[in-house]
């Protein structure tokens, strides 16, 4: 069973940077297409980025264009999230998922595997 076990959440401030982790166990995490979500309190969950199965290919939401960065380390079944420049509006609970299938996508419905989330809190 695939497991996603993502941390780096935390409080921080306008401008600072964070930079979340997602540990794929279960299988090697070259397996997979991988990508970030985020939901923020009383919204739907929205795409991040997207990175394909071996770094080949990266996608972003408008809204984090130019600001985070998605990459993995396949030795260490790991999944990150830079992110810089945080605003107010990034405050959400970030959820890594994982799919098989190579194209990368932006839908939920195409991800398979999920964690629980960590959460990140931006203040003004």
């Known amino acids: 069973q695939v497991q996603l076990v993502e941390s780096g959440g935390a409080l921080a401030q306008a401008g600072d940077s964070l930079k979340l982790s997602c540990i794929v166990s279960?299988?090697?995490?070259?397996?997979?297409?991988m990508a970030w979500f985020r939901q923020a309190p009383g919204s739907e969950r929205e795409f991040v980025a997207v990175?394909?199965?071996?770094?080949?290919?990266?996608y972003y939401s408008d809204s984090v264009k130019g600001r985070f960065t998605i990459s993995r380390d396949n030795t260490k079944n790991t999944l990150y999230l830079q992110m810089d420049a945080l605003k107010p509006e990034d405050t959400a609970r970030y959820y890594c998922?994982?799919?098989?299938?190579?194209?990368?996508?932006?839908?939920?419905?195409?991800?398979?595997?999920w964690g629980q989330g960590t959460q990140v809190l931006v203040s003004s």
């Open positions: 998922a994982a799919k098989i299938s190579d194209p990368l996508a932006t839908e939920e419905r195409e991800y398979r595997y």
């Open positions: 279960g299988r090697t995490s070259n397996w997979y297409t």
């Open positions: 990175i394909g199965r071996n770094a080949v290919g990266r």
